[in-house]
């Protein structure tokens, strides 16, 4: 089969012939109908190398998946070949107590889990191929009806990711808060449509490229700044000058965890879940008081199942580019000179 792979840190991925998974016991194959591009594949295969995360390549890439049961490994029950389903991406030990309540994410034997990889595509093989082994059938939701794989795919992680991030905060998204959503690309987009479809807060969001604030717009948000001289004061005046109760930095680069700060409010919430590698000093008189100041990683498997049926029922519209295998480098590629708007997803089997 096809497998888009990372040979070695530092490198551009290319699309090799590799054989076919088997799936163990317990295990499922998959075919794969959608894998996302996600901007962390582009800082795993351009900033890091060995010693930073405690995986190495080769590997797939391809993080963000649905598909199809292609084949069940012995003793698999509850799921059919052919049965559409979404892959939850976090893959921790299994049996520790964070895992056995689906919070793979936070597993509590991350030396056990990383064994020897964080999940597919990450150290382990993912999604960009025509067949994808999962390790173990929990891993797996079924899709709901009205939900194909293409669209199911971003929202295993761009927009699991948000979720997780924005639900930690509802009780501070009270009708009259405000939330800023900072980078509105396949992140940050399904963050916009997330609060407007599970509460009553103001959205602002903050890109560089028009062409993102204006998916902003259309996604649900309420004022769209670019970031810069003035973007702070522009965000506090519609907060009436207190502040946003809620800022979710999708970059997370000095200049927009400073914006973040600014623009946050006494007793709120910063949560950094861009990986841009910028710093936040905090200290007694340099944050809101009580402000609290987060990073968050993907989402739970509970979180996916809720997720899907936000999908479902179309409170959640992912703006999608689809793209074949051997469109995949272009995807990063667009990704990287700010053409690409949304979410990417290469599909390696149509149907
Ligand atoms: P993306 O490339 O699709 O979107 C990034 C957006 O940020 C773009 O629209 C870009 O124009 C905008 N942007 C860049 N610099 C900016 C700035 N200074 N101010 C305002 N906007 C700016 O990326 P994505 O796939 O949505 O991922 C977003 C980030 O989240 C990446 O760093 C990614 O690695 C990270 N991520 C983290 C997790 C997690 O669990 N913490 C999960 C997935 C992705
Ligand atoms: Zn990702
Ligand atoms: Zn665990």
Not at 29 to 48: P, Q, Y
Not at 54 to 71: I, K, M, R, S, Y
Request: aromatic content about 4%; charged content about 15%.
């Amino acid at each position: 089969m096809r497998a888009l792979r990372l040979l070695e840190w530092k490198s551009d991925p290319v699309l090799v012939e590799v054989d076919d998974p088997v799936p163990g016991p317990g295990q499922v194959v998959i075919r794969v109908g959608g894998a996302g591009a996600c901007h962390s594949d582009l800082h795993l295969m351009r900033e890091f190398g060995p010693g930073v995360v405690p995986w190495d390549p080769p590997f797939t890439l391809g993080h963000e998946n649905a598909g199809w049961v292609q084949e069940l490994g012995a003793g698999v029950t509850g799921l059919e070949v052919g049965q559409p389903v979404a892959v939850h991406g976090p893959w921790g030990c299994g049996t520790c107590a964070r895992c056995r309540a689906g919070m793979e994410n936070y597993c509590d034997d991350p030396a056990a889990a990383l064994k020897p990889g964080g999940g597919g595509g990450l150290g382990l093989d993912g999604g960009m191929a025509d067949l994808m082994l999962v390790p173990d059938a929990r891993h797996l939701v079924p899709l709901p009806d009205g939900l194909d794989p293409v669209a199911a795919a971003p929202l295993t992680d761009a927009g699991l990711t948000p979720y997780h991030a924005v639900r930690r905060s509802w009780p501070k998204l009270v009708p009259d808060a405000t939330a800023v959503v900072i980078g509105v690309g396949g992140l940050g987009h399904l963050a916009v449509q997330i609060l407007q479809a599970t509460t009553a807060a103001r959205i602002v969001a903050v890109d560089t490229r028009p062409e993102a604030l204006a998916l902003a717009a259309e996604s649900g948000a309420d004022l769209t700044v670019q970031p810069g001289d003035g973007a702070a004061a522009d965000i506090r005046a519609v907060t009436g000058g207190q502040g946003a109760d809620v800022v979710l930095d999708f970059v997370g680069s000095d200049d927009t965890l400073a914006l973040g700060a600014a623009v946050a409010r006494t007793v709120g919430d910063l949560t950094l879940v861009g990986i841009a590698g910028g710093s936040l000093r905090v200290s007694f008189f340099s944050v809101p008081y009580e402000l609290s100041v987060q990073t968050t990683y993907w989402g739970s498997r509970p979180e996916l199942v809720e997720v899907l049926q936000l999908g479902a029922r179309g409170l959640l519209r992912p703006t999608i580019t689809t793209m074949s295998l051997e469109q995949a480098t272009d995807a990063y590629r667009h990704m990287e000179d700010g053409t690409a708007v949304g979410r990417q997803v290469i599909v390696p089997n149509p149907s």
